[in-house]
């Protein structure tokens, strides 16, 4: 082998070494880009499912409240039917 086609291929072999790093480095990279999207979607799924489990407590506070509010309210109308009744 002469000097010339062994300065080729060592040309060749250095500039695949170099490009697999560059390549592992992007693509390192990407993953990372895409694991950061990832993990934003997920916070933001997160606080989302957070304001709906907000939002259904207070519908379940107000819910028994009126419920308490009406049985107060049956039981007080049943008073009056039973005095209408004995008058």
Same mark, same amino acid.
């Given at each position: 082998m002469d000097e010339?086609?062994?300065a080729s291929k060592l040309k060749e072999?250095?500039?695949q070494f170099g490009e697999a790093p560059d390549r592992q480095e992007k693509r390192l990279a990407q993953l990372? !880009? =895409?694991a950061q999207a990832?993990? &934003?979607k997920l916070q933001k799924s997160i606080d989302s499912?957070?304001?709906s489990l907000d939002y259904l407590r207070v519908?379940?506070?107000y819910h028994i409240f009126d419920l308490e509010a009406t049985r !107060? =309210?049956?039981?007080y109308l049943? &008073?009056?039917l039973e005095q209408e009744r004995d008058n």
């Open positions: 010339a086609a062994f072999l250095l500039s990372a !880009r =895409e990832n993990q &934003k499912l957070q304001e519908c379940i506070k !107060r =309210e049956n039981e049943r &008073k009056l």
